[in-house]
């Protein structure tokens, strides 16, 4: 039996089959689920299954054959690191620990922290910045906006199912509308016109890039170029605003710092390890990261929101 294993295993890493990840490829893990299906899911079985399953697990939506997948796929682990080779994936993820009904815990509490830390800012931009700044409608429409992407990424850390993989949706929503967020402060002041064009270009983007990977092919691949894309070309336009505008908007440092620091922190992702204590990967850890980030972005919307107030009623004083 450890012969053929090793055989199935090194087969696999030889080959690479077509689709899926490596973890999930692994005759081993097919095999495992098969039968794992076969003697827990159906009849007497599955009632037995089912009665024994907590309570937040069955609401949560884990099935038998959900279990199963979990199940096998640390016995998959398991053998993989007995013969010496690296940790594989499953269906584009690393193995994961779950606790209590949680799927990848640290990405879960790292995205609701980041959700928490946008609605206090949120909170603190509406109390300390009058409906009247010129900001203010389009810098609180982003607020909701991120405060969305954040509850929808808890929510798909804690449970991947094709409903919560909105999430990407959400992702690519919030870096379209950073871009917004610039072209109405760079240009749409004083080309209102101009912005309105531009927004609903972008919207038609959003719903084509939508449309695309909801009823075409969700190409993880893409979704991925499409956002390194987008998000060059957010920060290209708020790094050269930001140095044009250094001396006379002292405050434009604090954009300048989270641009920098989100691209430098975005390296997170390209490093990729299984995950630590078999709970904290990269990404959970580029999620940790963000959450002052994201901070220090809302002080430089309110600093630049109260600047542009008090900019517009001196020119009001003056006519």
Known sequence: MAERTALLLLLTLAVGLAGGSQGDREPVYRDCVIRCEERNCSGD????????????????GWTCRDDCKYECMWFTVGLYIQEG??????????PFSRFLFIQEPASAVASLLNGLASLVMLCR?????????????TCMAFAWVSLNAWFWSTVFHTRDTDLTEMDYFCATAVILHSVYLCCVRTVGLQHPSVAS???ALLLLLLTGHISYLSLVRFDYGYNMMAN???GLVNLAWWLVWCLRNRRRLPHTRRCMVVVVLLQGLSLLELLDFPPLFWVLDAHALWHVSTI???????RFLEDDSLYLLKESGAMFKLD
């Open 228 to 230: 390194v894309a987008i």
């Open 125 to 137: 931009y509406r109390s300390s910045v009058p409906a009247s700044s010129p900001m203010y409608h």
């Open 85 to 94: 080779h690296r940790v594989p994936q499953f269906h584009g993820k690393w």
């Open 292 to 298: 002052p980030v994201h901070t220090l972005f809302f």
């Open 197 to 199: 064009a531009f927004g």
């Open 45 to 60: 079985a599955l009632k037995h299954f089912r009665s024994r399953q907590p309570i937040y697990m069955s609401l949560a």
